[in-house]
């Protein structure tokens, strides 16, 4: 059935609503599958290492390298005499901390972290969305403000917090601990990396946690490292290791059990502590070099909240206002997804025997988390499982992003997440258990009807774009009978065929928009074009439901002979030449364009 081909306009007539089509979207391949069989096909795309093998805690820090003795056998590690005064010089503690170092102190930090602040509203951009999203912001901050000032008061004046402990000689190598007030035998530990979307994140965000945390006998220390611009992801990803090693080697002296060491992450924290765990498993399963900590360290990883497959984020991210160039360069670009995409690395052939290495893995997710859907936790949990590893999701019905890690903790009582944090670290220690199953509920910090309206008002970065209707341009590329299609990556139709196209941007006519998205796709110079029809979709059972109206064009190639190539290789595989026939087009089709072959839509003259 060939289709009527009108002018190109800006001005589409109504009668165009014949095309209309209503089917909901059905994904279920996964697109990482097709990124391991890229990787293994490419040789130049073997997994290295994030960090050079030789680099270690001795080689790179000359704060204390008198204090670690290293050995392959990690069991066997020498650790420091305690009675080694050092280690008061590695803290700013004091027993006798007088009162104005304290304020210098709070007010030192009060400047960083509005300096982070400005720098994450100057990547956002000061349009009307983030004025709104600040304005929420500030709503927010107010609602929550009575227990953000307990705690800072907790940060600040308790002495069992040790701050800016130095674990490195980066600037941001710096790691508070929180004590547990007994000091009655050894104690657990978690190593915290804090979330922050890899721009914000800073340690004291893990003071809430670590408070409640050392009320139940666990030390926990909070990495800080550096952020974007001061870094990029591997700079993150080797601060947090430098501190995890310091956790490793040093811990005992503050009464830590070096044998049970966990590590957590929150948001973008978790992302980061699970590409170190990682590295470092591809590391110790490599041969013969040293390493200054070992995944056999760590009885078990805990992501809170976390995103593990980029190739999913940038999208998502994206259009939630964290735009893709300022993602990509925090990422190191498009060739790096893959490196510090956990939850692709891991399917690997050449990652198989670092995972194997890897502690259990449990993911801690809310299942009304806008910010990072649930389903990243849960297919990360899947794939390790699939790939031999041992992962488990635990979903948290209802609870969003910030509940999880602010509110809850903030509504003091019973912690959901908190207690099986809590009772997997106690897991097994009959005494630790009988002491939490006596332990007084916490304090409330903030009246509960503060904390409904700051649900309701939601982060900034959990704020929901409104939905709205969007304008999608694709392009029907002819050659003889064949027409140009790719296997998407993006989060809509991932791992079906597609045409090339986007989203009509303001003030575009639907050429502009075809030419613009064919030679961003593929190189491609797009020749004369023509309109061909309009269909009306619906993708409502998306992690974020959406809704375009697409504008389908047909054009030829401004020289025949140029060949396609794939200039987004996180959103395609790649781009073929296909007849136009029912039997012969790669399947699957992404489905408005398989409706349209099903209803015998024909694109050509
Ligand atoms: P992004 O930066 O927003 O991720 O990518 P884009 O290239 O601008 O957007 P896109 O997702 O490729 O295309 C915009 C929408 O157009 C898409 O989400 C749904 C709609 N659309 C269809 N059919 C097709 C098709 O065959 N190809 C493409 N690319 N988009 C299509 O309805
Ligand atoms: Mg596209």
Redesign the pocket.
């Known amino acids: 059935m060939p289709s009527p081909i009108l002018p190109i306009s800006n001005f589409p007539s109504s009668t165009t609503s014949a095309a209309t089509t209503v089917v909901k979207a059905k994904v279920d391949a996964d697109p990482s599958k097709t990124l391991l069989i890229s990787s293994q096909l490419d040789p130049e795309k073997a997994i290295k290492p994030l960090l050079p093998r030789a680099s270690s805690y001795n080689s790179t820090t000359n704060v204390n390298n008198s204090i670690i003795s290293f050995s392959n056998n990690h069991q066997q590690r020498s650790r420091r005499i305690s009675s080694d005064s050092s280690l008061a010089l590695l803290s700013d503690q004091s027993p006798r901390r007088s009162i104005s170092r304290e304020v210098g102190h709070a007010a030192s930090e009060t400047f960083l972290l509005s300096r982070l602040c400005v720098k994450l509203l100057s990547y956002l951009g000061v349009g009307y969305r983030w004025i709104t999203r600040f304005l929420a912001l500030g709503c927010y901050a107010l609602l929550l403000m009575p227990g953000f000032i307990q705690v800072a008061y907790y940060y600040f004046f308790s002495r069992q917090v040790r701050r800016s402990i130095i674990y490195g000689e980066k600037p941001r190598n710096r790691l508070d601990l929180y004590l547990p007030e007994s000091s009655h035998g050894t104690k657990p530990v978690v190593a915290f990396i804090t979330g922050g979307a890899w721009i914000i994140g800073y340690k004291a965000w893990g003071s809430l946690l670590g408070q409640q945390l050392s009320e139940r006998d666990i030390i926990v220390a909070c990495i800080d490292y550096r952020n974007f611009p001061q870094g990029t992801i591997s700079d993150m990803v080797e601060d947090a290791s430098q501190g995890i090693s310091f956790v490793c080697n040093n811990i005992a002296e503050y009464g830590g059990d070096p044998n049970r060491i966990y590590l957590m992450g929150q948001s973008a924290g978790a992302h980061i502590a699970a590409c170190t765990l990682i590295n470092q498993a591809i590391k110790e399963a490599g041969e013969g070099d040293s390493t200054s900590w070992s995944v056999s360290q760590i009885k078990a990883y805990f992501g809170l909240s976390g995103g593990y497959n980029l190739f999913n984020l940038?999208?998502h991210f994206?259009?939630r206002g964290l735009y893709?160039s300022i993602f990509l360069s925090i990422m190191e670009g498009e060739d790096s997804l893959h490196q510090f995409s956990p939850d692709v690395l891991v399917q690997d052939s050449n990652v198989k025997p670092a995972v194997s290495l890897l502690p259990p893995v449990i993911l801690f997710h809310g299942t009304a988390d806008f910010s990072i859907p649930a389903d990243a936790s849960t297919s990360f949990a899947d794939t390790l499982r699939r790939v031999g590893g041992k992962a488990e999701s635990i979903l948290y019905d209802g609870k969003t992003h910030t509940d999880l890690f602010l509110q809850d903790p903030m509504r003091g009582g019973r912690d959901e997440m908190f207690e099986d944090v809590v009772a997997i670290i106690h897991g097994g220690d009959e005494e630790a258990l009988a002491k939490d199953a006596v332990a007084p509920p916490r304090r409330r910090l903030v009246p509960e009807f503060m904390l409904k309206l700051a649900h309701n008002t939601e982060s900034p970065l959990e704020m929901e774009m409104e939905p709205v209707p969007?304008?999608?341009?694709?392009v029907f590329v002819l050659k003889g009978k064949s027409v140009l299609?790719g296997r998407?990556r993006?989060s809509?139709?991932a791992s079906t065929f597609?045409?090339?196209?986007?989203?009509l941007e303001f003030g575009e006519s639907f050429e502009e928009c075809g030419a613009r998205?064919l030679k961003?796709?593929t190189g491609l110079e797009m020749g004369k074009a023509e309109y061909l029809t309009v269909?009306n979709?619906l993708?409502l059972d998306q992690p974020k439901p959406?809704h375009?109206v697409?504008i389908?064009l047909r054009a030829v190639l401004a020289d025949p002979d140029q060949v396609a190539q794939n200039l987004?290789p996180s959103?395609c595989d790649g781009w073929g030449w296909y007849e136009w026939d029912k039997d012969k087009l790669p399947q699957p089709l992404?489905w408005?364009?398989h409706e349209m072959v099903r209803s015998g839509f024909n694109p050509f003259p």
């Open positions: 940038i999208d994206h259009n893709r969007r304008v999608g341009v694709v299609l998407r993006s809509i139709g597609a045409l090339p196209g986007g989203h998205e961003e796709e269909t979709n993708f959406a375009y697409t389908f987004e959103k992404f408005p364009l």
